[in-house]
């Protein structure tokens, strides 16, 4: 925390505090007999504000300290165009001082940084870098090999300067990324609109991430699905960026479509885990609208069947998670989910895919349940199981069969279904899958008066969920313990654990979850 000003005479806290922002990059740094009139003057011309004077020492610290100092003062001199600089915002001042002295590949990499929301690294970095030469990385993704040396030492020099700072994100612990200052992004997003690689440079950007967000999005069907949810938090903004530059093409174009389906397909693990459901509805649902326009353009071209065919498929995908988004949020929209639905199936035959297939299944059979027709769920989710085999989502469609059973009362052969999956050592290869197995053994186990083997397969499910950093499905679980402690006669557990799992929901959102529980915590 900087303080908001300082006194500014020399020998005072202003000194003091450039002297030691200087020797952050130049520990040698003294201020001798020469320096010091210079620098009372370019303290109070600074004013005292902090922030001003770190990006001065900054300069200071890359040149001849009395050059630098001379110059940055001369910078703050009244002139006769500007007749009021002492009265000028110091900050901004000192700002537009240090930004007239970048050039080449720093100016190069000011206009690569603009491009990036929320941070980057430096393989985001050396991809945008790459992009503004109106090149770029066959595959989108740059690998450590491929890093630009000559990117790595502009981005240093920027740091340097206090232009750009760097940071460790709390869900990726001992990794780096970096981020504009707030005060040069403006005249940076200048300097990439004035490069003539601008247009090259932004699909550099969307190929490196769009890449990097299907090998994430891959991962989150795996055993290290924890890990992959936090890669995929921390690259959000930047796949979000990406999606909304798409959506404005207009009008749409195949690979704005593309793009903005990739990137939409890529939010749901997130918008799944965090309960995002009703913003990833409303933003799918714009990218859908997009699709739709590329596939009416380039359907009469028959040269453009295979790429509509892939097109088709991804819209499908993506009408599926909107459909779960409307089914599962806060309020559920089934009408909605529905007309996606049969819409996504539509486009899953025309593409001519089966894992597409089975996904619209999956999610038919789910919203069978969500409107209690268990019977007509059965032949969807079977189809799904079939089509999505070795899959997290086929694991998921086995579980929705014993649920089926389970509402048809059926209880022994959910419980042989249950056992067969958590028994099954590929199982374990879909942690969020295996986990909503275990929650859904659990449960069922409770109809059975099995408590105790009830209570370890819910256990294993809220620790796999709070994990994750699924706040919604570690409440259900929660209220799931609590009815396992009143069926075991625990009156003050049951209480504590309803009243938890419902104060939890409540921070998601989720206060209609709650009701189902109501009679019970009453009882």
């Not at 940055?72 to 009244?78: C, D, E, G, I, T």
């Not at 690294?121 to 740059?142: E, N």
């Not at 498929?313 to 529905?338: K, T």
Request: aromatic share 4%.
């Amino acid at each position: 925390e900087l303080p908001g000003r300082l006194s500014v005479m020399l020998g005072s806290d202003a000194a003091t505090f450039m002297i030691e922002a200087v020797r952050i990059t130049r520990s040698d740094f003294d201020v001798d007999e020469r320096l010091r009139a210079p620098l009372h003057a370019l303290l109070q011309a600074l004013k005292g504000n902090p922030a001003a004077m770190m990006v001065a020492a900054a300069q200071i610290a890359t040149g001849p300290a009395l050059d630098v100092v001379l110059r940055l003062l001369a910078a703050h001199r009244p002139t006769p165009t500007r007749p009021t600089a002492l009265d000028d915002d110091a900050l901004s001042a000192a700002l537009a001082w240090a930004l007239s002295q970048l050039k080449g590949n720093e100016l190069k990499m000011l206009a690569t940084a603009s491009l990036f929301h929320g941070g980057f690294d430096l393989a985001g970095a050396s991809a945008v870098w790459t992009g503004l030469d109106h090149t770029g990385h066959p595959s989108g993704v740059i690998t450590d090999s491929a890093i630009s040396p000559q990117a790595v030492e502009a981005l240093q020099s920027l740091r340097q300067r206090l232009l750009i700072s760097a940071y460790e994100p709390s869900e990726q612990p001992g990794s780096r990324r970096f981020k504009l200052t707030r005060s040069a992004r403006r005249f940076a997003r200048e300097r990439l609109l004035e490069h003539p690689g601008a247009d090259a440079a932004r699909h550099a950007h969307a190929s490196h991430y769009l890449s990097l967000a299907a090998r994430i999005v891959a991962e989150c069907d795996g055993p290290e699905s924890a890990n992959a949810l936090r890669n995929l938090r921390v690259e959000l903004p930047n796949i979000t960026a990406v999606l909304h530059r798409s959506l404005r093409v207009d009008p749409p174009t195949h690979g704005s479509a593309i793009r903005a389906l990739a990137a939409a397909a890529a939010l749901w693990p997130y918008a799944d885990v965090a309960g995002r459901y009703a913003d990833f509805g409303e933003l799918t649902e714009r990218a859908l609208a997009h699709g739709r326009g590329a596939l009416a353009l380039t359907l009469p071209d028959d040269s453009a069947t295979l790429t509509t065919r892939e097109t088709a498929r991804r819209w499908a995908v993506v009408a599926v998670a909107a459909s779960r988004a409307f089914m599962r949020r806060a309020g559920p929209d089934l009408g909605r989910a529905r007309a996606l639905l049969d819409e996504g199936r539509i486009v899953a035959v025309a593409a001519e895919s089966d894992p597409a297939i089975g996904l619209v299944a999956a999610a038919s059979g789910e919203y069978m349940l969500a409107v209690g027709d268990a019977a007509g769920a059965a032949p969807f989710l079977e189809l799904a199981a079939a089509s999505l085999a070795g899959s997290g989502e086929s694991l998921v469609a086995r579980v929705g069969q014993a649920l089926v059973a389970r509402q048809l009362r059926r209880l022994e052969t959910a419980e042989a279904l249950l056992v067969e999956i958590v028994g099954d050592k590929s199982s374990a290869q879909h942690e969020t899958a295996l986990a909503i197995a275990h929650f859904a053994h659990g449960a069922l186990r409770v109809d059975l008066d099995q408590l105790e083997p009830a209570g370890h397969s819910l256990r294993m499910a809220l620790a796999t969920f709070e994990r994750l950093g699924d706040g919604t499905r570690s409440a259900r679980v929660m209220l799931e313990l609590g009815r396992l402690a009143a069926a075991a006669d625990d009156v003050k557990g049951a209480k504590g654990l309803i009243r938890d799992a419902a104060e939890q929901l409540r921070r998601v959102g989720r206060d209609d979850l709650i009701v189902g529980f109501r009679g019970l915590f009453e009882d």
